[in-house]
């Protein structure tokens, strides 16, 4: 990756930054966080760490990502290996600031249907709905 970095002649603008232990700092330090994975992403932590932080997320769509964002509300998805699309994402965010400061809280609101509290509720209402029901079989 340096390498290519190199031979692009983009290696000044463009950091290694390796393993991080504290995610909200390194956050703050980006303007949008790109998810550009190739194969589909069972869940999307990263995606969902993104948003918390009320940061604008551009992921490719396929599994999780496309289930959690929801495109032009509170992120943007294109299609997985289509390096135009991304592009033109990104150069519309780079012209369109605005839009980061509308769907970075957007973005938030999202991420917290995803929260702990959220997903144990959640998991609480199935327990019950199943409990329930397997009382009816009796």
């Known amino acids: 990756m340096r390498r290519l ?6 290696a000044g603008r463009v950091e290694f930054r390796g393993h ?5 700092a390194e956050l703050q330090r980006i303007d949008v966080l790109v998810h550009a994975s190739i194969t589909p ?3 999307g ?3 969902i760490e993104g948003m918390c932080a009320q940061m604008l997320v551009v992921a ?10 929801s495109d ?3 992120g943007f998805l294109y299609r997985s290996g289509d390096i135009d699309a991304l592009a033109q994402i990104l150069v519309r965010l780079e012209a369109e600031p605005e839009l980061r400061t509308r769907l970075g809280p957007a973005a938030a609101r999202r991420a917290r249907d995803f929260s702990g509290d959220s997903i144990a509720g959640q998991m609480m209402l199935a327990y019950d709905l199943a409990r329930q029901a397997a009382g009816k079989c009796s």
Do not use: Y
């Open 20 to 24: 991080r232990e504290d995610i909200s």
């Open 72 to 74: 032009g509300v509170d």
């Open 45 to 47: 932590q990263v995606v």
């Open 5 to 10: 970095a190199e031979e692009l002649d983009i």
């Open 60 to 69: 490719s769509r396929g599994g999780g990502p496309e289930e959690i964002i």
């Open 41 to 43: 992403e069972p869940f």
